[in-house]
């Protein structure tokens, strides 16, 4: 086929193209909505189930 030619090989220039790295602290605005999408969860998990869907359930059993 074609010979290696390193020249044509694709190299991140300085790094913008790349993912950011993981593994650090994350940066305040993303505890800050790891927070509140923990709070809604909580809200919502912890919330009546209403009549209506309760009687819809037991119909399918």
């Known amino acids: 086929m074609f010979p290696a030619d390193d020249k044509n090989k694709a190299t991140p220039s300085n790094g913008a193209d790349q993912p950011p790295q993981m593994g650090g602290a994350a940066p305040q605005s993303d505890r800050n909505i790891g927070d ?26």
Request: proline fraction near 4%.
């Open 36 to 61: 509140a999408l923990r709070r809604v969860y909580q809200d919502a998990a912890g919330e009546d189930i209403p009549d209506d869907l309760l009687d819809l359930l037991r119909k399918l059993d």
